[in-house]
């Protein structure tokens, strides 16, 4: 994440022995089947997901091409083949879709420009994740281990009337593999490599009753070490490790009534994040964000003393029921509970002085139900209505402890004076702090200024503690219809809507953990007009055991305080799409998109600042879009593609401004683009792949007007290529290199210009960050997968990958908390990883 202090704030190995019991206790296993993939001799399987595979996108079974969206739909193979297990490997294949996982807990989704990956819980997300149908769009829960997966579908473009609330620009839906009535299975991988690598995964399926009751269990443990060393010891940052359980019982009990039921596990237990700055050199290292850090890795007393790192839990439950009434009529229900409990600390400033040790709390708990009924008899009209409900209840608690004697050093406007310098000790913060106040004192004690000074330096704490936390609590009903036309057999008409109503209450509340701010009462005594009141301020603070106002240095404190509210909304779309002949059609979509209002609370920042209340409006987009879809070559050749163009209103982002975060309506703003898939099979052993992305996401007035959306590359690239060759009776030999590459993008959406690059404070004009350089200039990253298969009597597979083949350095991020504070740090992104795995099935 980037920008603010606050935002950074959000932020924060071993293997089981339950999970190395079902992992290597189920025989060695491949991936599971996917659908409809070209069968030979020698390439059994295609690579690619732009076979013709079945997608649910629009609430029922159609064949992807068949589609009148811009969809990216991935089997299992895919996933499997490309050693796909983490979003931000998915994303690398998907064009119009970026995922930057700086951490587990705080991963941005980005689709076609537009981000989602606020931690608080009175925002609204733009982007819809789902998981088989249940939205998991709250960004501290949404990112799970991808594994024994059916397929993903990523859909791109407005999609609230078909995907809800959150669907701003986007969704993401994830189908886990349900229960095999039919017949048991087992499968398991086993992976190592660099960097304490080591992956394992395993499944079993076992049907219960023949036809009718099937249970499958599977589960996946992934570690990693960190790849940025901390010169104050400890785990390298950056490392992972994640583990995740599932068991799935599906029930049948005649051939029109079908239950299958879902329960997660996930849990995270992962190093802190490579905030490293950018300005002031570590002893003993190295100013790069490519070299070791120096962090600190916990504060005493400060979380109950707990090291840099995440630990996080998502717990689910889904119930899914289809009922066939008859071969005309289906009725659908989806059940799902959710619920997400992270800590997070990390060392925001980046460096090893102790000025800020921050954390993040985030808990949520969320219900939904929702009931569809869809028509289809093979007739002209087709379609779908249904009704949901859900309701979140979640909190963001976000601490900090700050040694008060560096924040007067860097508040002075002097600890920072020039781009990059050495990390000031104690007693320069403090001979700093002291040459600041006997500047600012001197006009009222004169002489006695300097005297004044040191005791007043020398009262400051090492050790404020203070947080502030935000409620949020939504009651969501949702109202939705869908009706399909056929006038001709190759022509299609659609038109959708969805009426949606929020009852909302948000909340916050700001609590001294340990007291006063001394810090914050000096500051504002300097910055009062009144010669009374800073004298009282003065006089207090250089009287031993004099009482003292209630004030803060970053978060003051605030009684809990709520607003409520209702909201409602419409939005919706209209498709339509001609088939040209049964291997070409084209379709035109006009969509309507609306992230709902937003009841914001923010505590005053600074002494002397209050509580904010907005009631943010409702950011809408409409969106303009042509595609097509082509098999041609006798079906070698397949082309997927979409131009579009969206209009943004009422835009929200966040900057900081004269210490205190706000939330700015950035107004309009404008994103064109074209998107392109193609699969080429020349050879019966060969198959070519690749994606292209174009989106020109800009805001269009105000102060960004012209500035690049933050996270959103103008250009991306995917190419790979699948060659086959056979080894007699010995087996198969596949090698799979794959590259990807995105243009520049910026970390923020101010995208670090100078002109709005301001003061911290209107008292400190020295203090501003001096430097354009959080933004990521164009990379590209090669990968190769070499993988040798058995023949069919022996199922199972040795395989060597390499991630990151070149070593390419690159950053995740840039700027952050200590942005906010003048001085941005940087998160770099994983270097080279070289592993061995084994797999088998039976």
Excluded at 368 to 384: A, N, V
Excluded at 714 to 742: E, F
């Amino acid at each position: 994440m980037s920008g603010s202090y606050l935002s950074a704030l959000m932020t924060r190995g071993g293997l089981s022995g339950g999970a190395l019991a079902l992992c290597l206790g189920m025989g060695w296993a491949g991936g599971a089947v996917a659908q409809d993939r070209p069968t030979s001799a020698l390439n059994p399987d295609s690579v690619t997901a732009l076979t013709d595979i079945v997608v649910t996108a629009q609430k029922r079974e159609q064949r992807l091409s068949e589609v009148p969206m811009a969809v990216t739909a991935y089997g299992s193979d895919f996933l499997q083949k490309l050693g796909v297990t983490k979003f931000d490997e998915l994303a690398a294949f998907t064009p119009g879709l970026t995922v930057q996982e700086q951490s587990a807990n705080n991963a941005g989704f980005v689709v076609r420009g537009v981000t989602t990956d606020s931690g608080s819980a009175q925002d609204e997300p733009r982007v819809a994740i789902f998981y088989d149908g249940v939205s998991a769009s709250r960004n501290r829960g949404a990112y799970m281990e991808l594994f024994d997966l059916d397929r993903v579908e990523v859909v791109k473009g407005p999609q609230a009337t078909l995907f809800g609330r959150a669907a701003l620009i986007g969704g993401i839906n994830v189908i886990q593999h349900k229960a095999d009535l039919g017949k048991a299975s087992a499968a398991a991988e086993l992976g190592v490599g660099g960097d304490g690598y080591y992956r394992a995964y395993g499944m079993a399926n076992l049907p219960l009753a023949t036809d009718t009751l099937a249970l499958r269990v599977a589960a996946t443990v992934r570690r990693r070490d960190g790849w940025v060393d901390n010169l104050e010891g400890g785990d390298p940052l950056q490392g992972a490790k994640a583990e995740a359980y599932r068991g799935v019982m599906t029930f049948r009990p005649n051939e029109t009534l079908r239950f299958d039921l879902l329960v997660n596990h996930h849990h995270d237990d992962n190093g802190g994040t490579a905030f490293k700055s950018g300005t002031f050199i570590p002893a003993g290292g190295e100013i790069s964000p490519y070299t070791p850090a120096r962090l600190n890795r916990s504060a005493a007393g400060f979380e109950g003393g707990a090291e840099m790192g995440l630990s996080r839990t998502v717990d689910t439950a889904t119930l899914l029921g289809e009922w066939r009434i008859n071969p005309g009529w289906t009725l659908s229900s989806i059940g799902g509970w959710r619920q997400f409990d992270s800590l997070e600390t990390n060392d925001p400033d980046g460096s090893s002085m102790p000025f800020i040790q921050g954390a993040e709390d985030a808990r949520g708990e969320q219900w939904s139900q929702e009931l569809r009924l869809r028509f289809d008899d093979g007739g002209p009209l087709s379609g779908f209505a249904g009704v949901s409900y859900m309701h979140e209840k979640g909190s963001q608690r976000l601490s900090a402890t700050y040694d008060e004697r560096y924040a007067l050093a860097l508040l002075s406007g002097l600890l920072v004076t020039t781009p990059t310098r050495s990390t000031p000790s104690l007693a320069e913060a403090q001979a700093i702090g002291r040459g600041f106040l006997t500047a600012a004192l001197t006009p009222g004690f004169g002489a006695a200024s300097s005297t004044v000074a040191s005791t007043l330096v020398s009262s400051l704490k090492s050790d404020h503690y203070e947080q502030s936390i935000n409620y949020g609590e939504t009651d969501s009903f949702d109202v939705y219809g869908d009706l399909t036309w056929k006038p001709i057999k190759a022509l299609e008409l659609t038109a959708g809507a969805r009426w949606t109503r929020d009852d909302k209450t948000s909340s916050v509340r700001g609590d001294l953990r340990n007291g006063t701010s001394r810090l914050g009462v000096l500051l504002a005594a300097l910055g009062s007009t009144s010669p009374a009141t800073q004298g009282a301020l003065l006089t207090a603070l250089l009287t031993p055991g004099a009482p003292l106002p209630a004030f803060g240095l970053f978060t003051q404190p605030q009684a809990l305080t709520s607003r409520s509210g209702d909201f409602d909304g419409v939005t919706y779309r209209l498709v339509g799409r001609y088939q040209f002949t049964s291997n070409v059609s084209a379709w035109a979509s006009f969509a309507h998109g609306r992230r709902p209002e937003v009841i914001s609370l923010t505590p005053g920042s600074l002494p002397g600042t209050t509580l904010t209340v907005k009631t943010l409006p409702a950011e809408e987009v409409d969106s303009f879009e042509l595609g097509a879809s082509a098999a041609l070559l006798n079906g070698r050749l397949r082309l997927n593609g979409s131009i579009y163009d969206y209009d943004y209103s009422n835009f929200q982002t966040q900057k900081f401004d004269s210490g205190k975060l706000v939330t700015i309506n950035a107004g309009k703003a404008k994103a064109p683009g074209a998107e392109l898939q193609a699969t080429w099979r020349p050879a019966e052993a060969l198959e070519l792949f690749g994606t292209y992305a174009y989106s020109h996401a800009r805001f269009s007035g105000g102060a960004y007007d012209g500035d690049q959306f933050r996270l959103a590359p103008d250009h991306s690239v995917s190419i790979g290529a699948a060659y086959s060759h056979a080894l007699g009776g010995l087996g198969v030999l596949r090698v799979l290199p794959t590259y990807t590459w995105r243009s520049k993008v910026f970390f923020d959406d101010a995208n670090d210009r100078r002109d709005l690059q301001l003061p911290l404070l209107p008292t400190a004009p020295m203090l501003r960050d001096r430097v354009v350089d959080e933004y990521q200039k164009a990379y590209g990253l090669l990968n190769l997968r070499v993988r040798f298969e058995a023949p069919a009597e022996g199922p199972w597979a040795v395989e060597v990958f390499a991630t990151n083949l070149l070593d390419k350095k690159y950053l995740l991020d840039a700027g952050n908390t200590g942005d906010s504070f003048t001085f941005p740090t940087f998160v770099r992104g994983a270097p080279r990883l070289v592993g061995v795995s084994l797999s088998g099935r039976f």
